[in-house]
């Protein structure tokens, strides 16, 4: 079946750890999003990729890294520059051929600290 | 001030209730709105996805969009227990590849 696959499901980091949070597409979605979710705040954007080996930040990119090097994959990186990082996690994608297609959302990840 | 602004609730109704859920926006590039549900510890699901102002239905749910108030509303009609979950509005710009998310409602409908 096609769609956005997010793993894992619940990730743990320890103090000073990076911690890489993996996000699967088999749509051939051009563009891939990486969302940040808290409780009252809504979806908040860290990065965002519209096409392999290029990549923008977000509103919130401080602390996090991506790649694209495969346009199925867009994989987040937590680093422990984040000093917050407790939250749950959200990968979108959405075709770029037709104008203003709508993203659709993986499962998430919810990562928290131990 | 934020872009977006949803209410947050909780909603909570009884079963076959008509709901509505409402945004409000200032930005007026804004041009595609859509609505997505989300189940607790789900991603969000596309609900509906609109362009012009005017109504929208699909089953049971009805979008409309008044771009001259800048107020885009979600109408269930007979809404059951299923429906209980977090609704993000979500609003784009013509260009660009970023939407804007309103902070999400809250309903329970209760059997």
């Known amino acids: 079946d096609g769609g956005i696959t997010q793993s894992p499901k619940y990730l743990f980091r320890k103090e000073g750890q990076n911690v890489t949070l993996s996000c699967e597409q088999n749509?051939?979605?051009?563009?891939m999003y990486w969302y940040r979710q808290d409780p009252g705040q809504g979806l908040r954007l860290i990065y965002y990729?519209?096409?392999?080996?290029?990549?923008q930040k977000g509103d919130i990119a401080e602390g996090y890294s991506v790649s694209r090097e495969k346009k199925e994959s867009f994989p987040l990186t937590v680093t422990s520059a984040q000093k917050n990082p407790t939250a749950f996690y959200l990968c979108?994608?959405?075709?770029?051929?037709?104008?203003?297609?709508?993203?659709?959302f993986g499962d998430g990840t919810r990562l928290s600290i131990l | 001030q934020k872009e977006v602004e949803q209410d947050p609730g909780p909603l909570s109704v009884p079963e076959g209730a008509i709901v509505s859920l409402n945004c409000t926006y200032s930005?007026?590039?804004?041009?595609?709105f859509m609505w997505y549900r989300q189940y607790s510890r789900k991603g969000p699901e596309l609900l509906m996805y609109?362009?012009?102002?005017g109504n929208k239905e699909d089953g049971r749910f009805t979008a409309q969009v008044d771009k001259s108030s800048k107020y885009i509303s979600l109408f269930i009609r007979d809404s059951q227990p299923s429906d209980s979950a977090t609704y993000l509005c979500?609003?784009?710009?013509?260009?660009?590849?970023?939407?804007?998310f309103g902070e999400g409602t809250q309903l329970t409908v209760n059997p």
């Open positions: 990729s519209q096409i392999v080996n290029d990549f």
């Open positions: 979108a994608s959405r075709r770029q051929d037709y104008a203003n297609q709508p993203q659709h």
């Open positions: 930005n007026s590039a804004f041009q595609y």
């Open positions: 609109t362009y012009s102002s």
């Open positions: 749509l051939n979605h051009d563009a």
């Open positions: 979500a609003m784009k710009e013509t260009s660009g590849s970023r939407l804007t």
